[in-house]
């Protein structure tokens, strides 16, 4: 169980809660599948998988869990086109021309018509509590993938006093004089991409992938003004990660150091890798998320999400 991109959040207040008692409370919100009228559900499922019965799976108080979101599928296509015949219909009948509001009225009557027969589809997202450091870590490639898992969060406890990571310093910033000055701190290796963006301007981005960061080519970009937004990295010869200006983590690779860990267990069992690799997983980013936040100045004043 290895995360590729990490979604990071800062619990506001103390966590607390003991595996049962964190247990009992996601037992409120199982997962189960969309009902025939129903677009999509979410809930809890073990993070083990099938055969196991916890929805909280600890390792070195680490607490794993798994949200489930079931989604239908109706293409675009086939409610257009049966939207078209619906039209055509009305208007040939009734020989008057379907306004606006109407055919939004219809597209929704059509869409509840086709629920029941759609197919769906499942997808997990992983996350896990680190109590110690009181770090929320979830494995999502995109903001509403973790909000989704949040929100679910908050409903099975009730409140969720969380916060993105907040720093002293701009990440942007930092970044910036890092490829600039052609330096970075002496545990961190810059990669080989970067986006670039001129100052306050969205659209004037340049994106590097496989080219040299410290090259004259960047330098002239860091010369006209550009700021670094995204940065690839490797961290003590133990993994990868791009990262980004909301201290998003993408990419994430885990290096030979900690694949040799991984390939010294023992044991076939998928619930016995499971658990070494989380094992493993965690304990290195419990030494690197405290880093992240003094690379940048140290953690600022936070604010709940």
């Not at 680190?130 to 898992?149: C, E, H, K, M, Y």
């Not at 099975?156 to 006093?161: A, C, T, W, Y």
Request: charged share 30%; with cysteine.
């Amino acid at each position: 169980m290895w995360f590729k991109n990490l979604v990071l959040f800062r619990f506001s207040e103390p966590f607390q809660l003991l595996e049962p008692d964190l247990e009992q409370r996601l037992s409120t919100l199982d997962f189960r599948a969309c009902g025939a009228l129903e677009s999509s559900t979410i809930g809890w499922v073990p993070p083990l998988g099938q055969g196991v019965e916890n929805r909280v799976h600890t390792a070195n108080g680490f607490m794993m869990l798994c949200a489930c979101k079931e989604e239908k599928v109706l293409p675009a296509a086939v409610i257009n086109e049966t939207l078209g015949e619906r039209i055509l219909e009305i208007e040939q009948k009734e020989q008057r021309q379907v306004r606006r509001k109407e055919r939004e009225g219809l597209r929704d009557e059509i869409t509840f018509e086709l629920l029941p027969r759609a197919l769906s589809f499942s997808r997990r997202t992983y996350g896990y509590i680190d109590p110690r450091g009181q770090w929320l870590v979830i494995d999502a490639a995109s903001a509403n993938t973790a909000d989704a898992f949040t929100g679910l969060l908050r409903r099975s406890l009730g409140s969720l006093p969380i916060a993105p990571p907040r720093t002293l310093e701009r990440p942007v910033a930092t970044m910036t004089r890092w490829l600039s000055k052609k330096n970075c701190p002496g545990d961190l290796a810059v990669g080989s991409e970067c986006d670039l963006r001129a100052t306050k301007q969205e659209k004037n981005m340049v994106r590097y992938r496989g080219q040299d960061l410290f090259s004259r080519e960047i330098d002239t970009h860091m010369d006209a003004g550009k700021e670094c937004i995204k940065l690839g990295l490797t961290w003590n010869d133990r993994f990868s990660f791009t990262l980004d200006e909301d201290l998003n983590i993408k990419k994430l690779r885990f290096l030979d150091l900690i694949q040799e860990q991984a390939e010294d267990i023992d044991s076939d069992a998928s619930a016995d890798l499971f658990d070494a690799h989380f094992a493993i997983m965690t304990l290195e980013l419990s030494s690197f998320l405290p880093r992240l936040l003094e690379l940048f100045g140290g953690e600022a004043p936070q604010r709940n999400h």
